[in-house]
């Protein structure tokens, strides 16, 4: 709920400076943008997080594998 306001507001007050929209549709903008990075931030911060694990355990198999020495 504040993420939609504070993006709503973001929004308005960014379509009132530039003059192209009116405030209610860069709030609407601002309202919908705030939501979707709300869900897909997570999502990709998430993936990255995995995908750097994944990565690390690979090398440290492959060390392990090769008979080479782990340095620290």
Request: proline share 1%; aromatic share 4%; hydrophobic share 55%.
């Amino acid at each position: 709920m504040m993420t939609t306001t504070t993006g709503a507001l973001v929004g308005g007050a960014i379509g009132s400076v530039s003059g192209d929209r009116g405030a209610a549709a860069g709030a609407m903008i601002g309202a919908v943008t705030a939501n979707v990075l709300s869900v897909a931030l997570p999502v990709a911060v998430t993936y990255a997080v995995g995908w750097a694990v994944l990565q690390g355990a690979a090398g440290l198999t492959k060390r392990l594998r090769d008979d080479a020495r782990l340095v620290y």
